[in-house]
């Protein structure tokens, strides 16, 4: 069995979230290692869909330290050019990653936290969870979905629209992901887009960047008691990257409300009327994966912990970086995680400056 291992500090994931926080541990001096269950660098980005874009330039969506590296020939960055910046950026800072390790659990140990995992074991004076939910794909669930003989797919294992050519495709959910899958698949395929609501696109002029200065603006009003005004679109609003504003121009954006019940052989709308359907995408999103911090009983029935900042309010050796808003502002996207990051990694160096070694009188 292989000996239990020390550190200060451990990070669970070596995705975005997981190099932003290393990053900054890095220049403080404490002794960390960042944990990551894939084979690869590059976090979730290697699986994604071979199309999939960043709304943002390059240059707004960045790791601290280092800028990503501009797209040659201009354009927004793409799968491939995400997941070789994250590889370089790793590489470039020598973070002390691990991989493949997946963590098990996180359980009390005295006065240390002890990681589990299937290459061993960490104790640590603190730990940051930073693995995403890449892994815990969310499908709504619908009557008769057990009898559908057609096929039904997260967005997470789509890749292109080759394999669907010719066929009928229900595209389920209203965000970006949804909407860039819709556009190329409509050039191959006969589909149909379906979304709670009407889906709210954005001015072509607005991408990812001003989104994020929007937030940050409205965030610091609040901050300082100001009236932040209306929203003029969030995060969840659809951007009109170039393959979306060309499905817009040629009539494809058009999208209907959820069906009400699945057949073996399509499904039925709210109306009673019928459609044959060969296949399911789903790009209705993720749920936070963090079932492996349950031994510490800090999971609440959604599947959050309760955090302060992005602090564990049960669990004060407990940080959490890069599962939304509710972990900090846009801290799931590149352009948001270095603000939480840098917060979660200050708290931790002043508790751990504050607390007193073991054996201490």
Do not use: K
Not at 69 to 93: F, I, Q, S, T
Request: with cysteine; aromatic share 8%; glycine share 12%.
């Amino acid at each position: 069995m292989p000996e239990t291992q020390s550190r200060q500090v451990v990070v669970i994931g070596g995705g975005q979230s997981g190099l932003a926080v290393g990053y900054i541990l890095r220049r403080t001096g404490l002794d960390f290692e960042i944990l990551d269950a894939n084979e690869r660098p590059g976090g979730a980005w290697p699986s994604a869909w071979d199309s999939l874009q960043l709304f943002s330039p390059a240059q707004w969506s960045s790791l601290p330290g280092w800028p990503m590296p501009p797209v040659p020939g201009g354009g927004y960055p793409g799968r491939d050019h995400v997941a070789a910046y994250l590889a370089a950026y790793e590489e470039r800072y020598q973070l002390p990653v691990r991989r493949p390790v997946r963590v098990e659990a996180v359980e009390r140990a005295g006065d240390r936290l002890l990681v589990r995992t299937d290459a061993g074991s960490w104790t640590a004076l603190a730990v940051v969870s930073a693995t995403g939910g890449a892994n815990r794909t969310f499908l709504p669930e619908y009557p008769g979905a057990e009898g559908f003989r057609g096929r039904q797919l997260h967005s997470s294992s789509y890749r292109s629209p080759q394999e669907f050519v010719g066929q009928r495709v229900l595209v389920g959910g209203g965000g970006n992901s949804g909407a860039q899958i819709l556009a190329e698949l409509s050039l191959v395929a006969e589909v149909t887009w379906m979304t709670p609501q009407a889906p709210t696109f954005l001015p072509d002029e607005v991408d990812g960047r001003v989104l994020f200065e929007r937030a940050t603006e409205r965030v610091r009003a609040q901050q300082e008691g100001r009236d932040p005004g209306p929203p003029r679109g969030g995060l969840g609003n659809i951007v009109m990257v170039p393959p979306v504003r060309e499905a817009r121009d040629r009539g494809a954006l058009r999208s209907v409300r959820p069906f009400l019940r699945f057949e073996p052989d399509g499904v039925v709308w709210r109306d009673g009327s019928r459609s044959l359907v060969d296949a399911v995408i789903w790009c209705t999103g993720f749920r936070p994966a963090l079932a492996h911090l349950a031994p510490l009983g800090v999971l609440e029935p959604d599947g959050r912990v309760v955090v302060r900042g992005g602090r564990s309010v049960r669990e004060p050796r407990l940080w959490l970086v890069g599962y939304g808003d509710w972990t900090g502002l846009a801290s799931a996207t590149l352009a948001g995680v270095t603000r939480a990051a840098r917060s979660a990694v200050q708290e931790i160096g002043d508790t751990l400056a504050a607390t007193p070694p073991a054996n201490a009188a």
